[in-house]
């Protein structure tokens, strides 16, 4: 079965440094997120991709974070200045191109620690 | 504003026990509704979820829930819980002009043998 693959698993930094996050959707989906999980609060969505362009952000998705889809199959999130409050779980989700009703599969995550 | 509470941060259930796990939601219009499993150390896993139609809407592992409109509630149930059952549990809702999930805040369910 598909899946969404993340890598790398973990990832520690020192503050203010860049990182990129990389996501793998599943090969026949059209649409991508990026959510995250603080320690212990709940899942939140940090922004939605289609076609090449954000369709979708939070308040959350600042200019420190940016997506990019650099070929056909990597979607990346970019932290450009890490801070310690950017420690958290990154999920990458993605979905088919049908409705807002099709069902978004996650990854299984990158754990990002800032220092 | 949307919004989804789990009322329990934990329940605990005997293996073969019926289990219930408890979600309400706020949103303007029409829920999309989601159950999601996360298991340690691992993503997010769909078990179902509730567009339309029938309120009773089965999953994955035997899990269904009940959709109802008069309560705002989307309880998860399973008639008899496994030891293997016992994860995280996350209740999303979304709405019909965005596919941005908001979630609730987790219930642990421990399956004791």
């Known amino acids: 079965e598909p899946e969404v693959t993340q890598t790398p698993s973990h990832q520690v930094t020192q503050m203010g440094q860049e990182v990129i996050l990389r996501c793998v959707p599943i090969s026949n989906h059209l649409y991508f997120y990026w959510y995250r999980q603080i320690l212990g609060q709940k899942v939140e969505f940090l922004v939605s991709?289609?076609?090449?362009?954000?369709?979708?952000k939070s308040e959350i998705f600042d200019d420190q974070f940016s997506v990019e889809r650099p070929d056909g199959s990597n979607f990346t999130l970019k932290i450009r200045s890490t801070k310690l409050e950017d420690s958290a779980m990154y999920f990458c989700?993605?979905?088919?191109?049908?409705?807002?009703?099709?069902?978004?599969?996650f990854g299984p995550g990158t754990r990002l620690t800032v220092l | 504003a949307q919004s989804v509470a789990q009322p329990e941060d934990q329940v605990n259930v005997a293996e073969g026990n019926p289990l219930t796990v408890k979600c309400t939601y706020s949103?303007?219009?029409?829920?999309?509704l989601f159950w999601y499993v996360q298991y340690p150390n691992r993503g997010l896993q769909f078990l179902l979820k509730?567009?339309?139609?029938?309120?009773l809407v089965k999953g994955s592992y035997g899990f269904e829930a009940e959709f109802n409109k008069s309560q705002t509630s989307f309880h998860l149930k399973k008639p008899s819980a496994l030891v293997s059952d016992s994860a995280l549990y996350f209740c999303?809702?979304?709405?019909?002009?965005?596919?941005?999930?908001?979630f609730g805040t987790g219930t642990r369910l421990q399956v004791f043998p």
């Open positions: 989700a993605s979905r088919t191109g049908g409705p807002f009703t099709d069902t978004q599969y």
């Open positions: 949103v303007s219009g029409n829920p999309y």
């Open positions: 509730y567009i339309t139609g029938d309120n």
């Open positions: 999303a809702v979304s709405r019909h002009n965005t596919d941005k999930l908001i």
């Open positions: 991709f289609y076609n090449n362009e954000i369709s979708e």
